[in-house]
């Protein structure tokens, strides 16, 4: 993996941040966001209705991002 394929990512989710680290962008989805989320703060899985209270930045554009689609994890 080059350097330039990953990217440091940082969620919030019901308004903590967590630094899920460098991710390599070709394995980077949606659901694979949220698992390692819920992972961390409880120990398991995503349930459905959970999946819209994530949302996204990144540290360079302070920008953040609703997570609805694969596609808004764009970089």
Known sequence: MDKDDD??????YKDKTHNLGIIDRDKFSRVSVINKV???VYGRKMLFEEKFNLSIWQPWDCKE?????DKDLTF
């Open 65 to 69: 991002a609703q997570i609805d689609t």
């Open 38 to 40: 819920m992972v961390r």
């Open 7 to 12: 990217t440091t990512i940082f969620v919030t």
